[in-house]
C-alpha cells in the first residue's frame, strides 16, 4: 500500500512533465490517518492539503515541526472562528471568500507575526450555493486585501460547476489570474488536473487519485 500511494503520485507528476509545465501538487490527506500520508513525507513530498481545522491541528502539528519541509494547505471553508488555531501551523490558505475573513486574517497574521500565502476563492460560474468571491467585485475585494488588511495574496482559486464547461471555466480563471498580474493559481482535483494544468494551474489539489478513495 506504501508503494502504491507513491506510485499513484508519480504518475500524475509523469502526467504534469510530458506538459512541461512547474505545477505544485497538493496532496489532500484530510480524512486520511497519518500512517497513510507517511510513504509521501519520507519520500520528501512537500504539499498536503487539509480541510478541517481541528482534525489537521491534531494531525500535523508535531509532524509539522519535525519534518521542516511540509507546506500544508487549508483548502477548505474557513470560519472566521477558526482563525486562531491555523497559523502558524497552514502555509497557505485557498479559501478566503469574504471581506469578514480577510479582517480575522489579517489582525491574527499580526499577532503571530506570520503572514500565510493566501488564495482568493472566485464563485467562477455564479452558483448561489457555493462560497467564493463574485468575478464583479473581484478587483474592489483584492485592493482591499492588499491595502487594508496587508494580506500576502500570490493568487485565484476555484471549484468549477458541475456543468461540463470545467475547461471554459478553467480558461476564464487563467485570464483573470492574469488580468490581476498573478503568477500562481490553485484549480484541478483528481478528474479534472490535466484541464488545469493545460490552463495554467500552479497548484493542484489531488486526492482520491493518490490516497484511493475515502472511507469516511
Excluded at 481545522?53 to 472562528?81: C, D, P, R
Excluded at 482568493?120 to 492588499?146: P, T
Aim: charged share 25%; glycine share 4%.
Amino acid at each position: 500500500m506504501d508503494q502504491k500511494i507513491i506510485n499513484n503520485l508519480n504518475i500524475i507528476k509523469s502526467d504534469i512533465e510530458i506538459k512541461k509545465k512547474k505545477v505544485n501538487i497538493i496532496a489532500v490527506s484530510k480524512t486520511f490517518p497519518i500512517n497513510k500520508i507517511f510513504p509521501l513525507i519520507n519520500n520528501n513530498h512537500v504539499h498536503y492539503g487539509e480541510n478541517k481545522v481541528q482534525e489537521a491541528v491534531e494531525k500535523w502539528t508535531s509532524i509539522k515541526s519535525n519534518f521542516k519541509h511540509i507546506k500544508l494547505h487549508l483548502i477548505g471553508k474557513l470560519q472566521t472562528n477558526k482563525v486562531k488555531f491555523i497559523l502558524p501551523l497552514f502555509d497557505f490558505i485557498h479559501s478566503l471568500d469574504n471581506m469578514k475573513l480577510a479582517e480575522k486574517i489579517s489582525l491574527e497574521q499580526k499577532k503571530k507575526k506570520f503572514k500565510p500565502k493566501i488564495f482568493v476563492q472566485v464563485n467562477i460560474g455564479n452558483e448561489i450555493q457555493k462560497n467564493g468571491v463574485d468575478k464583479e467585485n473581484l478587483d474592489s475585494f483584492l485592493s482591499i486585501c492588499k491595502k487594508n488588511f496587508d494580506l500576502d495574496i500570490i493568487g485565484l482559486m476555484c471549484i468549477p460547476p458541475n456543468d461540463d464547461n470545467t475547461e471554459l471555466h478553467f480558461k476564464e480563471m487563467h485570464n483573470l489570474n492574469q488580468k490581476f498580474g498573478f503568477n500562481d493559481l490553485s484549480m484541478g482535483m483528481s478528474s479534472d488536473y490535466i484541464s488545469a494544468v493545460d490552463n495554467g494551474a500552479t497548484y493542484i489539489r489531488i486526492g482520491s487519485k493518490i490516497f484511493g478513495d475515502r472511507t469516511k
